[in-house]
């Protein structure tokens, strides 16, 4: 193979690496999407405290074709969970379960959490935390803020846009009839 037909390859290869490169996005919580759920009524807006309850939201179109690990950072704009309670929460994202968190009475404001994940696809991703316990009556409960001060980074792979692939298939095309040319 010729050092022209290497070079051409080798751009090729890196163009169509590169739309596939890992990417960041960041998608913060807030209405009108925010989705809270506590099925027995009675409840302050965005408090959970019963198994089920949950916190949601999806985000459309996030330009990543898959997710491998999250930072996700979590306003508890309000802690009233008495001492001995904490609330377990499942990280779910696309109805995958990615890990685990729990916050314990006094746990207000921001908080921290990481995740690190098989690769899950999307390009639209919802994110749930969903109650896992159950606070005994009286115990307390927690609301996160849906107002922009809760979000996610989320890191994966991007969406390859429709010219690098249309770009990767003719520089192999372009490769593939060199070679046959050379052979002939």
């Known amino acids: 193979m010729s050092t022209r037909v290497r070079t051409v390859a080798v751009a090729v290869l890196f163009l169509v690496i590169s739309a596939g490169s890992s990417h960041a996005v960041t998608l913060t919580f807030s209405e009108p999407g925010f989705d809270w759920f506590h099925p ?30 999250m930072a996700l950072h979590l306003y508890i704009d309000d802690n009233i969970l008495h ?18 968190i729990s916050i314990g009475p006094g746990s207000a404001g921001g908080l921290d ?38 979000f996610m980074t989320l890191r994966g792979a991007v969406v390859p846009a429709p010219g690098a692939i249309l770009l990767g298939g003719m520089g192999i095309s372009l490769v593939g009839w060199l070679r046959r040319r050379r052979a002939l």
């Open 83 to 100: 001492t001995g309670n904490t609330q377990n929460l499942n990280v779910l994202l696309n109805d995958v379960s990615v890990g685990g």
């Open 40 to 69: 027995s009524g009675g409840a302050s807006p965005s408090h959970i405290w019963v198994t089920g309850d949950y916190w949601a939201q999806t985000f459309m179109d996030t330009g990543l074709a898959s997710a491998t690990n």
């Open 113 to 150: 959490y990481n995740f690190v994940f098989a690769a899950i696809p999307g390009d639209d991703y919802t994110v749930k935390l969903l109650a896992t316990n159950t606070i005994p009556g009286g115990g307390g409960s927690i609301s996160m803020a849906a107002d922009e001060r809760s």
